[in-house]
C-alpha cells in the first residue's frame, strides 16, 4: 500500500490479568511456549546454526529438509545469529515452529532487504508487497518463537525506487502462533493474510513487538494481538506520520483484536492513526474491522485516530476502542466509537480464535 525508538522489555513472570475466558488461552500458550504439550507426540526438532555445529548452517535448508505432506510439529531451532536469507514455508509443510535458541528474541535474527519495486535477480519484474516478505509462511500451523523477523530495506536510499513496501513477515495460513517475537520494518512490516479470501486464517501473537510506521500490522486474517508492543518508528527522513493497522477483512469475519497492549515509540505527538479501511483491489464488499481495547495508548495517538483510505470511508467499516489507557486515549465521539460493556463481551480472544486454543504442540 502507498504512504499517503525507544522499546521497553516487556516484563518477565507472570502476565497481568485478562478478562474472563482470555486468561486459559494465554495460559495454555505460555506453559507449554518452549515444547510439545503434555501427552502429545514429540516434536522433530531439526538444529541451525550459522557455524556449522548444527545439520543446517541455512533456515530455509532446514525447512527445505521437512518432507511435504507433513503435519506433525516440526522445530526448527536456530541457534543464536543474524541470517540474512529469504525463508518460504510452503503450505505442504504444517506445524513448522521457528524457534531461537537463545537466551533472548534478539539473539536469533532472520532479516532481508527486499521491497515490492526490487527486482527479482531473473529478471521476471520485481516482487511486489506480499512477495517481498523476508519470512513468508503459507503452512498451517506455523510458528515462530523467541528470534526477531526484520526487513532493512533502506527506504532513504532508495527514493527513485517505485514500491517501497518491505514485510518483514508474511502469514497466509490458519492457526498461527507468533510468540515472544520481534517483527521489525518500516512501510508494510506484517502482513496477517489467509491463502485465499474464501479460507479463514487465525493469527494468535502475545508477548511480542511489532515495529513499523505506515500500514505495518495489515491484511485480511482474523488476528489477535495481545499482551504485546506496537513500536512506532519514524519515517525514513525523520518525519513522524503513519498508520498502524489497515484491515482488510471480509463482511462475515472478524479482523484485528488488540488487547492488552501497549502502543508507544519514540516519534511526535499526535502523529500515528490507529488504523484505516483497506478495501484491496476496490472490493466494496470489504468490511474491513479492528478493535483496539484494554490498551495503553501513547501520545501519538491521533484525537481522531481512524482515517479513510482511497475513497472508502472508515465510517463505513468496523473500527472502535474499549477502555483504553494512557496520552492517547479519548472519550467516546464521532471521531472515537467506543464499544459498550455488551459489545465488548462480543470481542474477546475466544470470539476471535472461535473454538481454537494456541499451544506449542
Known sequence: MAANGRRTELRTGPRRALTAGVAAVVAVATLQAFGAASGAAAATTLTVAKDGSGQYTTVQAAVNAIPAGNTTRTVVSIKPGTYRELVKIPSSKKNVTLQGSGSSRKDTVIVYGNAAGTQKPDGSGTYGTSGSATVAAEADGFQ???????????????????????????TAADKVVLDSVIVNGDQDTLLLDTASKATLGRVYVTNSYIVGNVDFIFGRATAVIDTSVITLKKRWDGSSAGYITAPSTAADRKGFLVIGSTVNGDVSASSFHLGRPWHAGGDAALDPMATFRNTTLGAAVKPAPWTDMSGFSWKDDRFAEYRNTGPGSGAASGDRPQLTDAQAAQQETADWLAGWTPSAS
Not at 532493512?152 to 514485510?167: I, M
Open 144 to 170: 515462530a518463537r523467541n528470534l526477531t523477523i526484520s526487513n532493512d530495506f533502506d527506504e532513504g536510499a532508495n527514493q527513485s525506487l517505485s514500491g517501497h513496501q518491505a514485510v518483514a513477515l508474511r
